[in-house]
């Protein structure tokens, strides 16, 4: 089934890898995977992780990736035709809810993108090197100097995108993803080699068995798993439907998850090792990024050369991520008011940012919006387009899973989507709201 076949598409299978990974490889990737893989069990921590990640996320990369395919088009699209075969009512609303949750996540991410480009600017003039970061940070995030670094950082994922998909996305990731690659295998040289940073190694690598019997580190595992692959029921969408048949998805997915959880763990060998090496707190979270270690490369040698090499690594990896958060929304105006892709991206980009300005001037608004957005919207959004797939499409689900596919998969793909996939998108949601976040 499809419903529109003059489409923009990737120029090869590698562009729309690299692409897929760009766009799920974010900061939570760094700050977050960091710190839970030694906090909750060291090297045990990967065995829920990996049973997670490689059935539970490729399922849904699989889903999202088949599901903009079948449609040639994003989740507001395949939804409501979905809907409108079943004779169902709600579908306008309803299908808005995944473009809104990618929407709420680029405004806010948008936020964190300005503070990495400050950042960046501070370690190139050497100012990182004499400010004193809790000081900084609590000054600048909040305020109304972070608002042309919003500007900035939105400005440059909006020329990206309205350049369209196999000149700009595709490009920009061909580009930056193997720059980020060399750029952590030298921070990781530099981390692992410092006085000190074997604490560091040890607390990554050493299994603590036991922390497998309790339950926080398997719901923690699920939490990271399910998002790090950036599910959202929309994004991915998107990128989906801008393949064609020939396009293996059930490889391609498999291998994003790979290459996903590859870079999770070099940036944990960048951080955590450092944090060690010279007594700081692994666990600090954001703080990691614009407190603790700006502390640290005051202190290390050649800090500054590292500074700067390591704040254009997290650039390379936001803006990637923050393309695929824009083309969401971007694609769902293109294709339901048949506006050009520049109009289309003008028009979104000006909203978020007229939206995101209140976040950037009030942290108490910041994380309010974060915390709803990532614990309720965007996972609903995934929900609803995994029901949509699994639950309400008439047509052969694997008879287009399987297009294009080298092994393809069997009816046990479509019972798991059901009785295991989509319960579990319910059970991130309700875990979400117990523990106040769980992605």
């Not at 004779?87 to 309803?94: F, P, S, V």
Request: proline residues 3%; glycine residues 8%; hydrophobic residues 55%.
């Amino acid at each position: 089934m499809s419903v529109n076949n003059k489409r923009e598409t990737f120029s090869s299978k590698f562009g729309f890898l690299i692409s897929c990974v760009g766009a799920a490889l974010g900061l939570g990737n760094i700050w977050l995977f960091s710190y839970r893989l030694g906090a909750y069990g060291g090297a045990a921590f990967l065995i829920p992780y990996f049973i997670f990640i490689f059935i539970l996320g490729t399922t849904g990369l699989i889903t999202e990736f088949s599901f903009g395919r079948l449609f040639k088009a994003g989740a507001p699209t395949g939804i409501r035709e979905i809907f409108r075969s079943r004779k169902l009512k709600g579908a306008k609303i309803i299908s808005l809810i995944p473009v809104l949750g990618v929407a709420g996540v680029f405004m806010f991410y948008s936020v964190v993108v300005g503070w990495i480009l400050k950042y960046f600017i501070l370690s190139v003039t050497g100012e990182l090197m004499t400010l004193d970061a809790t000081a900084f940070f609590n000054q600048f995030a909040g305020s109304t100097s972070s608002v042309i670094w919003l500007i900035i950082a939105m400005l440059t994922t909006v020329l990206i995108v309205k350049i369209g998909v196999a000149k700009g996305i595709e490009k920009l990731n061909k580009i930056a993803m193997p720059l980020l690659l060399i750029l952590f295998i030298i921070l990781i040289i530099r981390s692992v080699t410092l006085p000190g940073a074997e604490v560091g190694i040890e607390y990554l690598l050493k299994p603590r068995w036991e922390y497998l019997l309790k339950v926080d580190t398997w719901v923690i595992a699920l939490g990271q798993a399910f998002f790090s692959v950036s599910l959202s029921g929309c994004s991915l969408v998107v990128y989906g439907s801008y393949t064609n048949d020939r396009y293996d998805i059930v490889s391609a997915s498999f291998q994003m998850a790979i290459f996903d959880t590859i870079a999770a763990l070099l940036a944990s060998f960048i951080i955590v090792p450092a944090t060690f090496a010279f007594g700081f707190d692994p666990a600090s979270g954001p703080a990691l990024l614009f407190i603790t270690l700006p502390a640290i490369f005051k202190v290390m040698p050649y800090g500054n050369i590292m500074a700067i090499i390591f704040f254009l690594s997290i650039i390379f990896a936001a803006i990637s991520s923050s393309i695929g958060m824009l083309e969401g929304p971007v694609e769902a105006l293109m294709t339901s008011r048949h506006l050009s892709r520049a109009k289309s991206t003008i028009i979104i980009s000006l909203i978020c940012l007229l939206l995101a300005i209140p976040l950037a001037v009030n942290m108490e608004w910041f994380n309010l919006f974060a915390d709803f957005i990532t614990i309720i919207l965007s996972p609903v959004g995934t929900m609803i387009t995994a029901i949509a797939f699994f639950y309400l499409y008439k047509g052969d689900i694997l008879d287009e899973v399987n297009k294009g596919a080298k092994y393809s998969l069997g009816k046990s793909f479509v019972y798991f989507g059901k009785l295991i996939f989509v319960p579990m998108t319910i059970l991130v949601i309700l875990l979400g709201i117990i523990y106040g976040g769980i992605g």
